[in-house]
């Protein structure tokens, strides 16, 4: 697949989407942003794909944020239109694949950098991370749904208070706030990514599929988290996976499931 903005490589059940802008902190881009839905799209179609990592490229950055260059002239109606156009392609786009996403995240993962990673189903970070929404510093809010997740993530009151002070916090602090599962070692980061990847391909991808659609429902308006929680382990019953896994616990051997 040719990029420009970002790389693309599988192996071994996991596709690994990493952004290339190191000389810009991995900025986001609009072309960016494009690259990355493809990327995801492609990732999520692949059946050989089980577990997505997102990083960033270098030793410095996840993402520094959104592109300030690309918007500092906009209007109120192409800010609107960024926001609305960037949560659909890319931050909704991944909260929603039903293939899981880590965010592995390697350095300063701020503003749009900090909400692809809040978008993604989980993450974990290096001990050298910072991470933020900084965006009042600059005269805007979060505008891909970082004032939505962060809240979820970490409660109400830190989020108010990350946000209206446009701090930072280091990886120990995230990890206390559970906003990141665990903290490594840069050196260390992708093997442990690796590892937890390991646990989760040995799992149904079908029935993972619905626990994220089902998690997911709980924080949509409008959905009954329960209700989707009902329907999902109903469909469950009707898969390939469930007749393997059940079959294998039985007979006392590993499952092999197949997907399906
Ligand atoms: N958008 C566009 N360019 C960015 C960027 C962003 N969000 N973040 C960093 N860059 C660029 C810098 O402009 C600089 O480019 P240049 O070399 O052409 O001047 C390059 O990346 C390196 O960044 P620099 O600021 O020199 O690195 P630093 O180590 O001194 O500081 C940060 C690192 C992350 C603290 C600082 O880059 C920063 O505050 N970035 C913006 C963070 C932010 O507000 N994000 C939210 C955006 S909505």
Redesign the pocket.
Same mark, same amino acid.
């Given at each position: 697949m040719n990029f420009e903005n970002i790389t693309y490589e599988h192996d071994s059940g996991i596709t690994t989407i990493t952004i290339d802008r190191p !000389?810009?902190?991995n %900025?986001?881009?609009q072309d960016t942003i494009q690259e990355l839905h493809q990327a995801f799209k492609t990732a999520e179609d692949d059946v050989d794909t089980k577990v997505i990592f997102i990083t960033g490229s270098g030793e !410095?950055?996840f993402v %520094?944020?959104?592109?300030?260059?690309?918007f500092a002239d906009y209007s109120v109606a192409q800010g609107q239109q960024l926001a609305a156009k960037g949560q659909a392609k890319l931050f909704d786009f991944v909260a929603h694949l039903s293939t899981p996403v880590i965010a592995v995240i390697n350095g300063?993962a701020?503003?749009?950098?900090l909400e692809l990673a809040m978008a993604a189903h989980f993450r974990i970070a290096s001990d050298n991370a910072?991470m933020g929404?900084?965006?009042v510093?600059?005269g805007?809010i979060?505008?891909y749904g970082g004032t939505q997740r962060l809240p979820q993530l970490v409660g109400k009151g830190r989020a108010m208070e990350l946000i209206m002070t446009?701090g930072?916090i280091d990886a120990a602090q995230a990890l206390e706030y559970g906003l990141v599962n665990h903290v490594t070692s840069q050196e260390e980061l992708m093997e442990l990514a690796e590892k937890i990847a390991g646990k989760i391909m040995k799992n149904s991808s079908v029935a993972i599929a619905s626990a994220i659609a089902s998690i997911n429902a709980g924080f949509e308006e409008g959905e009954n988290g329960f209700e989707t929680e009902i329907t999902e382990f109903g469909k469950c019953f009707g898969t390939a996976d469930f007749k393997e896994g059940t079959s294998a616990f039985l007979e006392k051997r590993k499952p092999n499931f197949p997907g399906q």
């Open positions: !000389k810009k902190l %900025a986001l881009n !410095k950055a %520094a944020g959104a592109d300030i260059s690309e300063f701020l503003g749009g950098g910072k929404l900084p965006e510093s600059l805007v979060p505008g446009a930072m």
